[in-house]
């Protein structure tokens, strides 16, 4: 089946999602011990995390959506 343009898009967002996941978790794993409480760029690593994440979650659902049993409409 040939892909239509727009899935070519949706693709390469998922790469780039993939990819700033990679990147942040290297980020993450290199980054000095926080001070508990006292780490605001620690906790903005921690939430583009979650962030990254949700989006990947969001781009891999498949929706339901609610379509008519029948496709034209009777006379």
């Known amino acids: 089946m ?17 990819r700033a996941k990679e ?11 926080p001070i508990s409480g ?6 903005r690593l921690i939430s583009d995390r979650t962030r990254i994440a949700s989006c990947l979650r969001v781009l891999d659902e498949q929706p339901f959506v609610a379509t008519p049993r029948m496709l034209e409409p009777t006379a």
């Open 23 to 33: 990147l942040l978790q290297q980020e993450i794993s290199d980054y000095p011990n």
């Open 38 to 43: 006292c780490d605001a760029q620690y906790v």
């Open 2 to 18: 040939t892909q239509l343009p727009y899935e070519a898009e949706i693709a390469a967002a998922e790469a780039a999602l993939q």
